[in-house]
Each structure stands twice: as C-alpha cells, then as structure tokens.
C-alpha cells in the first residue's frame, strides 16, 4: 500500500490550492480517505474524511473553505483549500483507513508541506 501526496508549496494569503492524494495497492479493498495536517509544534489534526461512497465528514477547521473529494477510478483523493491563511501553515498528509471513523487510519502517505504566506 502506498499513498503519494502532492500539491503544497509556498502561496499567499488568500490563494487556493488544490492537494492530490494518489494511492496504490489496495486491490479490491474499498479504503476511506482523510486528510491531516500538523502545523509547527503542533498536533496532527483530522481536516476532512470521505468514505468510499463518498460520505464527508469535515473539522471545524476545514468547514467552509476546504473541500475533499475522491476519485475512485483514478485512486486519488483531493484537498480543495481556499483563502489560506498563514494559520494553515502546515505538513498535509493524506491517510487510509477501514472507514472515515477510523482512529487510528492505517496508511500514511509522506506529507506535503503548504506555506502559506501573509
């Protein structure tokens, strides 16, 4: 199993970014999706979950500006960020688990990192 993230750099406040998340070696198992994220001297913290069926479930923090979705042909999760701000500053990781409830989630992918500048 593994999953391969991409799409964080450095972006000003207010831009958009978009996160990819692709995974391999699952075979036929039906995996949900999440995306995480630890900031400097922090926790990681969940942002959004989508299930293979495509149930969400999302942080406080990720309500209103962030949007994850799936595509199961191409076995690949996204993060839609919108107005960063320096406060999401962060290593973004997606993770794989039995469902989106899952604590712990079972496979990380290595991290990407988004810099958000003011």
């Known amino acids: 199993v593994q999953l391969q993230a991409s799409g964080g750099g450095l972006v000003q406040a207010g831009d958009s970014l978009r996160l990819s998340c692709a995974a391999s070696?699952?075979?036929?198992?039906?995996?949900?999706m999440a995306w995480f994220r630890q900031a400097p001297g922090k926790g990681r913290e969940l942002l959004a979950a989508?299930?293979?069926?495509?149930?969400?479930i999302s942080s406080a923090s990720a309500k209103g500006r962030f949007t994850i979705s799936r595509d199961n042909i191409v076995s690949t999760v996204y993060l839609w960020m919108n107005n960063l701000t320096p406060e999401d500053t962060a290593v973004y990781y997606c993770?794989?688990?039995?469902?989106?409830?899952?604590?712990?989630?079972?496979?990380w992918g290595q991290g990407t990192l988004v810099t958000v500048s003011s």
């Open positions: 993770a794989a688990g039995a469902n989106i409830s899952a604590d712990p989630y079972s496979y």
């Open positions: 070696g699952f075979g036929s198992s039906t995996p949900a």
């Open positions: 989508i299930s293979w069926r495509g149930t969400i």
